[in-house]
């Protein structure tokens, strides 16, 4: 979980993205475990470490190696520094981060869908690789997802619109193709897939209450100032989501969820794009 850092940037909310946590680490578990089983890093950065777990994680699979956790929320990173892990956290923006020398491992769970241009963006960060480094990557494949398309039939229907306009939460990824294309440009051992996540969520208003953790922080943003135009706001997108996702008997709400990873491989010999 990383964004830009500006004065529209979402305020994080540490409790509210932890409530499903075991649902959302099942993808940061999957991207580990493929994870090259001989890379033997000595430099790690976690971008958009969020409140730390994994990057504690690869601090203790790879405990010789120097190992950052950033992020661009300051909440975040105070529930991080209380794991106690040796893990140098860090607050930045991912948009302008420059390590001072070449990085082992990249990894990136659920934080570059928050960034524009991904040729770009995935051109600069294989170019801060050392040679036979590795770069995961996970993202949500949330655009074309039911629970996103009613969001934005509820923002673009309802008073709150001309203050959420400006503020959609992600873009459409690109094409898995494209993101092979790009990645094999520096890279060998590129593996792009995808998973289908269903995720069986408990409690009341359970699909509204997963977005308020991750998609709705910029909307929430916008709307701080205005309690009475947030909640209703709320209310509305909860009925529409309920009627979407309807619960279950056993009170049981189902959630599909799907997901791209990109695992790559600097070229030893250090060919290809970047610097």
Same mark, same amino acid.
Request: net charge negative.
């Given at each position: 979980?990383?964004?830009?850092?500006?004065?529209?940037?979402?305020?994080?909310?540490?409790?509210?993205?932890?409530?499903?946590?075991?649902?959302?680490?099942?993808?940061?578990?999957?991207?580990? !475990?493929?994870?090259?089983?001989? !890379?033997?890093?000595?430099?790690? =950065?976690?971008?958009?470490?969020?409140?730390?777990?994994?990057?504690?994680?690869?601090?203790?699979?790879?405990?010789?190696?120097?190992?950052?956790?950033?992020?661009?929320?300051?909440?975040? !990173?105070?529930?991080?520094?209380?794991?106690?892990?040796?893990?140098?956290? =860090?607050?930045?923006?991912?948009?302008?981060?420059?390590?001072?020398?070449?990085?082992?491992?990249?990894?990136?769970?659920?934080?570059?869908?928050?960034?524009?241009?991904?040729?770009?963006?995935?051109?600069?960060?294989?170019?801060?690789?050392?040679?036979?480094?590795?770069?995961?990557?996970?993202?949500?494949?949330?655009?074309?997802?039911?629970?996103?398309?009613?969001?934005?039939?509820?923002?673009?229907? $309802?008073?709150?619109?001309?203050?959420?306009?400006?503020?959609?939460?992600?873009?459409?990824?690109?094409?898995?193709?494209?993101?092979?294309?790009?990645?094999?440009?520096?890279?060998?051992?590129?593996?792009?897939?995808?998973?289908?996540?269903?995720?069986?969520?408990? $409690?009341?208003?359970?699909?509204?209450?997963?977005?308020?953790?991750?998609?709705?922080?910029?909307?929430?943003?916008?709307?701080?100032?205005?309690?009475?135009?947030?909640?209703?706001?709320?209310?509305?997108?909860?009925?529409?989501?309920?009627?979407?996702?309807?619960?279950?008997?056993?009170?049981?709400?189902?959630?599909?969820?799907?997901?791209?990873?990109?695992?790559?491989?600097?070229?030893?010999?250090?060919?290809?794009?970047?610097?």
């Amino acid at each position: 979980m990383l964004a830009p850092m500006s004065s529209t940037n979402p305020i994080w909310d540490p409790q509210q993205y932890s409530r499903f946590e075991a649902e959302r680490d099942r993808a940061a578990l999957d991207l580990l !475990l493929r994870l090259p089983s001989d !890379l033997e890093p000595r430099r790690v =950065v976690d971008l958009g470490c969020g409140t730390g777990q994994h990057a504690a994680l690869l601090k203790r699979r790879h405990p010789g190696a120097t190992v950052v956790g950033l992020d661009s929320s300051a909440a975040m !990173l105070e529930q991080a520094r209380a794991l106690g892990a040796d893990v140098d956290w =860090v607050q930045a923006d991912l948009a302008t981060w420059d390590p001072d020398g070449p990085v082992d491992l990249i990894f990136a769970n659920a934080s570059l869908q928050w960034l524009p241009d991904h040729e770009g963006l995935l051109r600069r960060l294989t170019g801060l690789l050392a040679p036979g480094g590795a770069i995961a990557v996970q993202m949500p494949l949330a655009w074309d997802t039911l629970h996103y398309r009613t969001m934005r039939a509820v923002v673009a229907d $309802g008073p709150w619109s001309d203050r959420l306009s400006d503020r959609e939460t992600i873009q459409a990824l690109l094409s898995p193709e494209a993101y092979y294309g790009v990645l094999a440009e520096a890279c060998e051992a590129v593996d792009v897939w995808s998973t289908n996540y269903l995720h069986a969520l408990t $409690g009341p208003n359970a699909v509204l209450e997963w977005m308020k953790g991750t998609a709705l922080r910029p909307h929430l943003t916008a709307l701080k100032d205005d309690p009475a135009m947030r909640d209703a706001y709320l209310s509305a997108l909860g009925d529409a989501l309920s009627v979407a996702f309807p619960r279950r008997p056993d009170g049981v709400t189902l959630l599909p969820f799907p997901r791209l990873f990109l695992v790559a491989r600097r070229r030893r010999d250090g060919g290809g794009a970047g610097r």
